[in-house]
């Protein structure tokens, strides 16, 4: 779990509407993961603020954009929805722009097949179905009777949704809306997008322009109807505020989960938790300490390409060993409490929860100036990151007694423009996935728990945000070079502990783990398990990654464990599911220590179940799989 803060203040409304016909798919060329794609670049040169209020040009670069994305759904098999509702969200974006009301309309309904989530299915498309049955009735789109015909059409659209989806579209839409500033959504697009305009040497990556044309399309749909789509919300959550509070949700863990007594506990296991780090205060006696190095320990002595830190290691920002359990603090705009309460409430927010945390993040990023976006964004980002390995380290050893917390710490860059990846910073990228193993081999940990994942998009984003590479195709070489290197040494790593069970967590974007070809989740081996994330009705999130790589599935949604310095918060994301399994696992080894991986492995697929909304999804049981243990 990373929240993204970038999604809240400045593109909020950039996957709006889906909807394309497409050619069949014979004699495409078959694309299965997505470096396969094309890379383009667009000419262009100059301010991202002229850009954006040129008209002229944003209508000549859309055109290119909609020309390159058609022939790209022409040409190639693409086996993602995902990626597919990428491409139709572009196209009809643009489309809308166009007028072009009936290819709106038309392929609405086969964008709706691409959604394998009902609840998406259910809401997708309300806007701007309401937006062209008005035009259709009106003539119009800009007058008072357009716009009457608009509020008339967006509720009887969004009444004909089921109560428990409208909610949350009613919720999130709520705060798209009310976040719409175009003054601050353009300086966010300057300060993320400037770097890579001025370094293209008049060559900029074809994504990085297309992030300015929805902007500029989003809000050109969305603003003059703003005040309109918020009264229609509002009058729904009033009508139907008795309704949706009387509904009840089953709590679909509580006689799943198990805890132990410390004489059922009676083997110590030690569970690494690979991340951000583990602040040792909240954990006490549940911290595992190296008693064989306490003494003398010298943390200067580079002893087998690892520094010991007595409950673990680390690895600073160029990922070179390093020591401290938690990555270095920043100085901070903001106080921390008030981060606490600010990304809590961005979390719910996201996940359509009402509280009062949301309703301050909500008024607080309302009320920033365009030049305090930054500042706010990067403290949100130091503190999800810096909380995160703590939070993760809790839902590991709850209900365990005999459970310890070993750490091998990463340092991830926190800042809005990230620094720039080197042949040596990556190949200590490779090095450091080695050493972390090795470290645990020779510390007897048992369970290594694993909530991150990457690929190696993100590598051609910063080259080309510094201008690295004569092109796109030269960019993806360098990063599909770093990556695949990272990919065998951290695969070869856990080939060569075979005792160790490596659990990870699949993601958080809404898409296929194995197309997004990401590390660890995409690792098939025999002591490698990803996990995905359910609700606390056992119902697939919004926003958990899936995919056949994806074992189990777990409760992701609204679990709460300790931050650094003791308080507790509730976390959503693929990052509390995956420790879930971690928890299970350690606590089986707590039993039976003589357990295998593929043992394990075999015992909660064995005593896991379906989900409850016939997906095909294995839920994990642990009450049934420590059960079995026990007999």
Same mark, same amino acid.
């Given at each position: ?67 390159? *994305? ?275 409430? *961005? ?52 209900g365990n007694p005999s459970a310890k917390i070993l750490f091998s710490r990463i ?65 993806? *070489? ?42 660890? *989740?995409?690792?098939?081996l025999p002591n490698v398990i990803t996990v995905g994330a359910v609700n606390d ?95």
């Amino acid at each position: 779990m990373k929240l993204n803060i970038k999604n809240f203040m400045f593109r909020m409304i950039i996957w709006i509407m889906i909807g394309m016909n497409t050619p069949t798919a014979a004699q495409k060329i078959k694309i299965t993961r997505a470096d396969e794609l094309p890379r383009r670049t667009i000419d262009l040169s100059g301010n991202v603020k002229d850009i954006y209020n040129n008209d002229a040009l944003i209508r000549t670069i859309a055109d290119q954009i909609y020309a390159n *994305a058609e022939d790209d759904l022409n040409k190639y098999d693409i086996q993602d929805k995902s990626t597919l509702t990428g491409y139709y969200s572009v196209l009809m974006l643009i489309d809308f722009s166009r007028r072009d009301f009936d290819k709106v309309l038309e392929n609405t309904v086969l964008v709706k097949s691409l959604q394998d989530k009902e609840e998406d299915r259910a809401t997708l498309g309300l806007f701007t179905t309401a937006y062209i049955q008005a035009f259709k009735q009106t003539n119009s789109t800009s007058t008072d009777e357009f716009k009457q015909a608009y509020k008339v059409a967006f509720t009887n659209l969004l009444n004909a949704v089921d109560k428990k989806y409208a909610k949350k579209y009613v919720d999130q839409t709520k705060l798209s809306l009310t976040l719409l500033n175009p003054e601050r959504s353009l300086v966010g697009l300057e300060t993320q997008l400037q770097p890579f305009i001025d370094n293209g040497k008049g060559k900029v990556p074809e994504n990085v322009v297309t992030s300015i044309i929805l902007t500029r399309f989003s809000l050109d749909m969305r603003l003059p109807l703003k005040d309109q789509s918020l009264e229609v919300l509002e009058n729904w959550l009033s009508k139907n505020k008795d309704e949706v509070n009387e509904i009840v949700k089953v709590d679909y863990w509580k006689d799943r989960n198990i805890n132990l007594n410390e004489k059922e506990s009676k083997n110590e296991i030690i569970i690494a938790v690979w991340d951000t780090g583990v602040d040792p205060i909240p954990y006490g006696n549940s911290m595992w300490v190296n008693k064989k190095e306490i003494e003398g320990n010298n943390k200067d002595d580079d002893r087998n390409g690892f520094i010991d830190d007595v409950n673990g290691i680390a690895f600073d920002i160029d990922n070179k060993p390093t020591t401290g359990p938690l990555i270095e603090k920043r100085k901070l705009t903001y106080e921390v409490k008030d981060l606490q309460r600010w990304m809590k409430g *961005a979390m719910d927010l996201q996940n359509g929860i009402q509280s009062s945390e949301g309703a301050e993040f909500q008024q607080k990023v309302v009320a920033l100036k365009p030049e305090e976006g930054v500042p706010f964004q990067e403290d949100l980002s130091w503190y999800s990151t810096y909380a995160h390995g703590t939070h993760v380290a809790g839902i590991a050893v709850s209900g365990n007694p005999s459970a310890k917390i070993l750490f091998s710490r990463i340092t991830y860059d926190t800042k809005v423009k990230p620094r720039l990846y080197t042949d040596d910073t990556q190949s200590n990228m490779a090095s450091m996935f080695t050493k972390a193993v090795t470290y645990f081999k020779q510390n007897n940990v048992r369970v290594v728990n694993m909530s991150w994942r990457y690929n190696s998009a993100a590598y051609e984003a910063v080259l080309a945000m510094y201008g690295v590479g004569k092109d796109e195709e030269e960019r993806k *070489a360098i990063a599909k070079k770093w990556f695949e290197a990272e990919r065998k040494a951290l695969r070869d790593a856990f080939a060569s502990a075979p005792e160790i069970l490596f659990i990870c967590g699949s993601g958080n974007e809404n898409n296929d783990a194995n197309f997004a070809d990401y590390i660890p *989740a995409g690792i098939d081996l025999p002591n490698v398990i990803t996990v995905g994330a359910v609700n606390d009705e056992g119902k697939r999130t919004s926003f958990t990654t899936e995919g056949k790589s994806v074992d189990f599935y777990a409760n992701g949604y609204e679990i709460e464990s300790h931050v650094p310095g003791g308080d507790r918060m509730k976390f959503s994301g693929t990052s509390m599911a995956s420790p879930q399994v971690a928890n299970l696992t350690a606590k089986m080894l707590a039993i039976n220590p003589k357990l295998s991986p593929t043992e394990m492995i075999s015992i909660i697929k064995s005593t896991s179940t379906p989900d409850p909304e016939g997906k095909g999804l294995l839920l994990i049981h642990p009450k049934n799989a420590i059960d079995k243990i026990k007999k």
